[in-house]
């Protein structure tokens, strides 16, 4: 025996599984944006793959690098792809998220395949808010920087000020107190020319 009649054959191709999961797709309610189709050569993964990451591993509460992975896995490389059946692969891992998620993704690669840059809009729209609240806090930061140096300058303006003011009421007091002693030593000479300078 050759055994050429016991090849083995995918799950795809063996009709018990293909109807279960036709079953499984009627029964079940799916959202109205698996309508739409989505070239998913069109997205880019660079900015997807962390998405899923984080958000896989928001709904677990635990990285699961497993079944990141095997998304990754159903999604990378092929044109086009069913996400009821996504959605029916996922439902023993994510349970009552598998929904949530699936729709989630789903809405987000149609807006990335939609894209000129495969970028999903609501990412752009994220880092542009991202990106303007941080131009906000700089300017911000910046007008307390040059309120503080103001009010340096005003008081390095003031301090000065005030020294010059002592500088020239000291000088002032040195003129009165040498032009007192002037006036006593004019006072204090004799008719011979002798000076009596009290100090």
């Known amino acids: 025996m050759s055994g050429a009649g016991l090849r083995g054959v995918s799950a795809e191709q063996d ?3 293909r109807n279960k999961e036709l079953r499984l797709m009627k029964q079940m309610k799916f959202p109205e944006e698996y309508k739409t189709k989505v070239d998913l050569s069109r997205v880019n993964w660079d900015v997807m793959k962390p998405w899923i990451a984080k958000r896989v591993t928001e709904l677990l509460g635990i990285e699961d690098d497993v079944l990141i992975g095997y998304i990754f896995g159903q999604l990378e490389g092929q044109k086009t792809i069913d ?25 987000l690669l149609s807006s990335a395949a939609l894209s000129s840059t495969g970028i999903p809009q609501k990412f752009l729209d994220e880092k542009a808010e991202e990106l303007r609240l941080r131009r906000e806090e700089d300017e911000r930061i910046q007008a307390r920087l040059r309120a503080e140096q103001a009010k340096r300058d005003e008081e390095n303006r003031q301090a000065n000020a005030a020294r010059r003011d002592l500088e020239d009421s000291v ?5 009165e107190d040498d032009g007192g002693r002037f ?17």
């Open 83 to 107: 996400p009821r059946k996504l959605q029916i692969n996922l439902t023993g891992f994510l349970e009552k998220n598998t929904s949530l998620f699936c729709k989630e993704l789903w809405t």
């Open 183 to 199: 006036e006593e030593r004019r006072r204090g000479d004799d008719d011979d020319g002798v000076s009596r300078q009290v100090v």
């Open 171 to 175: 000088h002032r007091l040195r003129r």
């Open 15 to 17: 009709g018990r599984f």
